[in-house]
């Protein structure tokens, strides 16, 4: 990696902006430039004070080298790009965080960069994501260093060798936060048809999900092993299990949600073109 990379970022909303502040607090020396038309917008997304260098026209980019460009304009988008992007993006690798947007095609309209393609997960906007990358073509080891470093900025990363097993995993760390909302929203809902008060429902719910990812996290018995470490003989953990756990509770339920996630993902990767 070079001792100060330069990334530019075309498109700087939400998840960008999350990337880039991850960059400048994790990556020293790094210098982050941005594109995009809004820059008052992109602005307010980003750390006060956060050294980003935002522009709203390419014209503002004359003369830039980046070492890495990350894409991240809405898919749509796509066709649409200027000139003036296009020969940004084609004069240096580029990382797509395109949902929906295949390799082939990124590869197609950016030839001759190389193209990878990571999608971030939500909980990247507080630097906590699971990001997962893949590519097709033998990366340069400085842009491969480049790559885990800037994704691992807000959280982790991992790769993977193909884009089938991309997609494949993509239910599991891209949607799987709104199916962990979804279940703490039916605890909190449980809890409260229980007597509970809403407050106090939403608070033991919210603190025993974040101690128990962080065990996850940090503990090697991993999720099997602590599910046993809970679960004393004929006590109370054990008998909600067999709820949850029955043939039509969750060994049915989660097959069948990555299945219809991942189906839909195909759906609209198609509908792309």
Do not use: Y
Not at 42 to 62: D, K, Q
Request: net charge negative; with cysteine.
């Amino acid at each position: 990696m070079a001792t100060t990379p330069t990334l530019l970022f075309i498109g700087c909303g939400n998840m960008g902006a999350a990337i880039a502040a991850g960059a400048l607090d994790q990556m020293p020396g790094v210098r982050v430039v941005a594109l995009d038309p809004d820059t008052e917008r992109a602005r307010s997304l980003l750390p006060p004070g956060a050294a980003v260098e935002l522009h709203a026209e390419p014209s503002g980019l004359a003369g830039l080298r980046p070492d890495l460009v990350i894409l991240g304009v809405k898919p749509q988008t796509l066709p649409e790009l200027s000139a003036e992007v296009l020969a940004l993006l084609r004069a240096a690798p580029v990382v797509s965080i395109m949902a929906g947007i295949g390799l082939e095609r990124l590869s197609a309209a950016l030839a001759p960069s190389a193209v990878v393609r990571v999608m971030p997960n939500l909980p990247s906007m507080i630097g906590e994501g699971m990001s997962l990358g893949c590519t097709t073509v033998a990366l340069a080891d400085s842009v491969r260093s480049m790559v885990e470093a800037l994704f691992n900025a807000i959280g982790r990363f991992d790769w993977v060798a193909d884009e089938v097993m991309f997609e494949k995993a993509n239910p599991v760390f891209a949607c799987g936060p709104g199916f962990v909302f979804a279940f703490a929203e039916q605890m909190i809902l449980a809890a409260v048809a229980q007597g509970l008060p809403r407050d106090l429902a939403e608070r033991l719910v919210h603190q025993t999900m974040l101690g128990s990812a962080r065990m996850l996290s940090e503990d090697p018995r991993g999720a099997a092993g602590l599910k046993r470490a809970v679960s004393s003989p004929g006590g109370t953990t054990l008998a909600g299990l067999s709820v949850l756990e029955a043939e039509a509770g969750l060994p049915k339920i989660l097959p069948g949600t990555l299945a219809a996630a991942h189906g839909r993902a195909l759906e609209l990767a198609r509908m792309a073109g």
